[in-house]
């Protein structure tokens, strides 16, 4: 028998709830900087603006040029964009991000509020009442 084959007789642990566990994790993260949204907005200003000075150094130089090139680094883009974290500005007078203010402002002005609401909530949208205007 080759040690490659698996047997009856020697249990195989296999972990599929990862991506799951990542979901979750990421979700939560993006609560928090919804829940927060001014102190996550000067946490990505000043750690960007903290990247572009370090970008600036000869050793941050070196770093941009290898990166530039990186498959990580793309993927990180990825994420970026696709998720809370592209919402936040560099703008030092913007305490809140302006997207966050113009999804707000486009919720209210939505006929499927309602349903949006329900969604959030967790609920049917036969849950969902009328909104009392």
Known sequence: MSTDEPTADVPCVVLREWEDGLAHILQE????????????????????????????????RRWKARLARSELVRRGR???????????????DALLPSALLDAVMGAIVSEG????????LGQGYDDAGPVDS
């Open 29 to 60: 993260g993006q609560y928090l900087l919804l829940k927060h949204p001014v102190a996550a907005q000067a946490s990505v200003r000043a750690l960007v603006a903290e990247g572009r000075r370090f970008a600036e150094t000869p050793t941050g």
């Open 113 to 120: 509020l309602p349903a949006l609401l329900a969604r959030l």
């Open 78 to 92: 990825m994420l970026w964009q696709g998720s809370v974290l592209n919402m936040f500005e560099e703008n030092p």
